[in-house]
């Protein structure tokens, strides 16, 4: 039986060394880290590999389940997965422990505050945005292509091709600014 560590923060400004440290005080023989966000497991790479390597008997080890997973879907996804394979998982700062039916009740229950924690955090950047918005503060990222040259290459004869190639866009951008 191994024990797998897997760490996650958001942003290349966080750390991973305190999960890090917990998860090697915890035993486990591999860690895998990556930085990227916790509300989706798409493009979470190291997830995956660790996912697709881990066999019967072995456990997942994160140091919360938030580091896992944000959503309720995707830590439900996960856990059905781990299950299939005959895999434990557990959290170093919280009684989650699969194994057992008050770890997994547990995990039921972190997971739905991990998912509304997030949410309550989108309505708050929402609602700042929106803020932000009606005080003329935010306006929203600055066009990165110049219409006005799509359009003078077009009235010259180029094609679209020609034209996503000449600026360094997509061709579907340079269809954006014709229509």
Known sequence: MAKYG???ISSSHQDLSLQIEALEQYGCDTIRK????GTSIKGRDELKILLEFLREGDQLVVTRIDRLA???RDLQNIVHTLKGKGVV???TEQPVDTSTSAGK???DMLGVFAEFETNLRKERQMEGIRS???RGVYKGRKPSIDRNKVIELRSQ????SSIAR???IGRASVYRCLS
């Open 6 to 8: 897997y760490a996650r």
């Open 34 to 37: 990556e930085t990227i966000s």
């Open 70 to 72: 944000r959503s309720i």
């Open 89 to 91: 998982l557990k959290a």
């Open 105 to 107: 009740a547990f995990l």
């Open 132 to 134: 932000a918005k009606e």
């Open 157 to 160: 004869g180029m094609g679209a």
């Open 166 to 168: 000449e600026l360094g």
